[in-house]
């Protein structure tokens, strides 16, 4: 799994390790604004444990890590019997954004969940994330007929 070289022969798709959080964490604040860094952590944490499904990769490129696929497999969620693999974060620096990262990162992804017979590959995007929304259509993915529905919760009183 690990060496996968990115369209341009520059970046190694590899495993994510426990000391990527931290770059993570700045790349994340670089685009968002905010710091996430205990979801970061969470996010790394369960990967480590699950280092045998490789859903999160990293991406580096002369030794710095640029991107990172995060994601989980799901086993029966939503009454659906097989196992569908989601992924949650899509993230690369923007001083490597369009050079390739993020759809070798994917290529990579597609190839571990195909080892593992996993058949499905879900993702979610915002309605006005128009860039991300248009990687996700080249790289195949398309609306499923689902509707996601969202409860405010009231505050405790």
């Not at 990293?58 to 009454?79: K, N, P, Q, R």
């Not at 993020?102 to 017979?117: E, K, V």
Request: glycine share 8%; charged share 30%; proline share 4%.
């Amino acid at each position: 799994m690990d060496g996968e070289r990115g369209e341009h022969g520059d970046a190694i798709i590899r495993a994510l390790r426990a000391d990527d959080c931290a770059r993570l964490v700045r790349m994340d604040q670089e685009i968002s604004g905010r710091n996430r860094r205990a979801w970061y952590e969470g996010k790394i944490r369960r990967a480590l444990a699950e280092a045998d499904v490789k859903i999160s990769l990293g991406a580096e490129i002369d030794g710095t890590l640029v991107g990172a696929l995060l994601g989980s497999v799901h086993y029966g969620e939503f009454g659906l019997p097989e196992p569908v693999a989601i992924l949650d974060t899509v993230l690369v620096d923007p001083a490597f954004s369009r050079r390739g990262v993020a759809s070798a990162m994917l290529r990579q992804l597609l190839l571990n969940l195909s080892a593992l017979r996993i058949e499905r590959l879900r993702t979610e995007v915002a309605w006005d994330e128009f860039d991300l929304a248009e990687f996700f259509a080249k790289a195949g993915f398309a609306p499923v007929p689902r509707v996601v529905l969202e409860l405010r919760v009231p505050e405790a009183r």
